[in-house]
């Protein structure tokens, strides 16, 4: 075999996963380019799209880490609002927005970090324990606010509400904030030691112990770093609406957690692809607009965002299963 | 001589079993010392809290004349010693370079890795551990090698850090003749580097062929020690375990 096809065979390799997922979105886009050409070509339908689409990529990087540490949190979706609740109580208190903001994300990694204790020193399983975190926090939302929404339209006259969703170049700013975001995770899992012990703990948490690395800390960082990302997206969601709302975010959950497994990261654990991650958010962020696009009923919507994921599921199984 | 480590009076039970009754344990610097036992007699155990897996219960763990607390698996990597275990404590879904740098890896500041160092080095090493018949790259998953190349891999890491003492807990269980015979060359190699090794075999042939001293474990506790000097052949170390664990 010539040093040029082994290269090229080892690139596949290796990136067997993103590939897959860049497939899986380019496939669904050409579907929805030849069932509706022109609603795809008309460029306010990608710029609604790029609207949301960075406040699901701060929630599903980091569940990349945290899946590959083997181990799932669904409380996210509810630390989300939490966060954003939070910052808008202590915006409407009249605090700097920066501050609030501050203090917003601050919340969601203490309430990831407790999350991850909960789990680790508890010694419970991941997907129960943050189940009942999920509907704990979300109940506490609605409690407390009594279930009314908080708007606050004169963030949209400081300096940091342009800087954070305001346009540059015709482009939402968060999508900028997004990318700066996704780049900086994606050196932090494949280059950073924290990324790398992650990896590890997912693989095989006896070695990793046996080793020194000390594994509950890195799950319980992994779970903060989830519980950071929630609070992110929350925040950007409560600018770009100028409204809290006691529901915000609960619709996330699931499409969220769908990313993450298109997008080719496996649930065993050990293995994960934050390339993939963007991949599975555009496939998720386009799936709702182009089902509706192609002139389906929004009753569809569902039936095929399901059969989508299936799908792409399924294609993944041909990267190979684990490697024991 | 002076000792590496010392282990007194050190006790360890899990849910009411006493794997482990106030045993105590020392080794000196450029030995290789033989640990043997019956199944169940606490080796592992005894190896496990040596190197900081487990917490003793009770008991002194003291490095070079100073007492330790807190011991664990991290401050035993610190203080020069590395481990072989029985399972090898490799992840199969990374790579070579990533297991044998794992829990100890070359960093930039702010935590970054040194990525063409790692590999560098971790390519040197597999060539020079010789497991490997044919070219491995050292970035694939340890998952795709042999049985003998995970047990390279796993000795791989346990030299890289020039350790003062190699733990090798079994080292030789499922390997073919040769990759066995490799493992011996190490341990000579080790040794004559001046550094220590601490041997946990089930083929006490292969205990005594390459051990200076012996410790017998039975049921969590010392029960004999002796030097190769004072016995005659493996057979006779045989007779001297059999002796000391049925007075036991």
Known sequence: MSKKENTFKNLIGKNGRALGSLGYFIILMLVFLIGAPEVMMRPNLHQSVFVMLPVIMFMVIPLVFLVTAGEIDLSFASTFGLSAYIFALLLKAGLDPLLCILIGILSGAVVGILMGCLVVYGRLSSLVASLGALFFIRGFLFVASDSKSISFMEISDHWIYDVLVGKLFGVPMQVYWAALFTIFSYYLYRKHVFGIHIHHVGDNPDSAAQMGINVNWVRISAFMYVGLGAALAGIFSCLINFTWWPTQGFGYLLLALAAVFIGGTPTWGGVGTIVGAVFGVGVIAYMEVGVVAMGMSGVWRQFFNGLIIILAILGHRFHGGRVR | ?248
């Open chain 2, 1 to 248: 001589m002076s000792a590496i480590i010392e282990l007194k009076n050190v006790s360890k039970s899990f849910g009411g079993i006493t794997a482990l009754k106030k045993a105590s344990i020392k080794v000196d610097v450029g030995e290789v010392v033989g640990l043997i036992g019956d199944n169940g007699a606490g080796k592992s155990t005894l190896i496990k809290t040596l190197v900081g897996v487990h917490a003793p219960d009770d008991g002194q763990i003291i490095i070079r004349g100073n007492e330790v607390k807190n011991w664990n698996a991290s401050k035993a990597r610190e203080a020069g010693i590395e481990t072989v275990f029985q399972d090898r404590a490799l992840c199969p879904q990374q790579s070579i370079v990533w297991n044998i740098f794992m829990g100890k890896e070359l960093k930039h500041r702010f935590g970054f890795i040194r990525e063409k160092e790692q590999v560098r080095e971790a390519n040197k090493l597999i060539r020079e551990i010789g497991f490997t018949s044919k070219l491995i790259d050292a970035e694939s998953p340890v998952g795709n090698l042999s049985g003998g190349e995970r047990q390279g891999v796993a000795i791989a890491r346990a030299i890289y850090n020039n350790a003062e003492l190699i733990v090798l807990d079994e080292p030789t269980t499922a390997l073919s003749l040769i990759e066995t015979q490799k493992v011996f060359d190490f341990v000579d190699n080790v040794k004559k580097s001046g550094r220590s090794v601490l041997f946990i075999g089930h083929n006490i042939y292969h205990v005594y062929d390459i051990s200076d001293r012996f410790i017998v474990l039975d049921r969590g506790e010392v029960v004999h020690q002796l030097n190769k000097n004072d016995i005659e052949g493996p057979e006779a170390l045989m007779k001297v375990m059999k002796d000391a664990v049925s007075k036991h």
